[in-house]
């Protein structure tokens, strides 16, 4: 049974040559396409699209470019975001901030090398959650976009 795992490990790793920030080697420039939105939060797919492209760059050292010319391609699609949900109350009513507030953001996202066509990373249903002093929703949706942001760098990885 050892023999037979260490078989297909072998096997397995041969077929997926990865190299430096786990992706193929040929792949040096990237393109993060818009993403569907099947939301009502009109700004949530460029936020997400200009989060994903900062952390591409800074953290796999991928250079961007047009969807043509790039090596590899990033889209996906926005499935929910659902925000307002109450976190916790703050016990003096005279505080001007009386609560927290939670968001939640869905998406279903991949990674194809435009090379080979192959899907390199893909992931549907992924949820990100932000949380956020009353009025202030920016701040607990930038907490969402980092946290698929960098769950799409170690996916990547």
């Not at 393109?31 to 009502?40: D, G, I, K, R, S």
């Not at 009386?98 to 390199?120: H, Y």
């Amino acid at each position: 049974m050892m023999r037979l795992l260490a078989c297909c490990l072998l096997l397995f790793s041969g077929c997926y040559g990865f190299a430096g920030g786990g992706l193929p080697p040929h792949v040096r420039t990237v393109a993060v396409l818009p993403f569907e939105n099947e939301t009502t939060s009109p700004e949530l797919p460029r936020e997400l699209q200009d989060g994903l492209r900062d952390g591409l760059q800074s953290r796999l050292g991928l250079r961007d470019a047009t969807e043509e010319r790039a090596s590899a391609v990033v889209r996906g699609r926005i499935t929910q975001y659902s925000f307002d949900e109450p976190v916790a109350f703050s016990a003096d009513p005279t505080q001007a901030t009386s609560a927290r507030r939670r968001l939640r953001v869905q998406v279903n996202i991949e990674i194809v090398d435009q090379v080979t066509g192959r899907v390199l990373w893909s992931k549907s249903g992924m949820t990100a959650e932000g949380e956020y002093a009353e009025r202030n929703e920016l701040a607990g949706r930038k907490q969402a976009i980092d946290r698929i942001v960098n769950d799409v760098i170690e996916g990547a990885q």
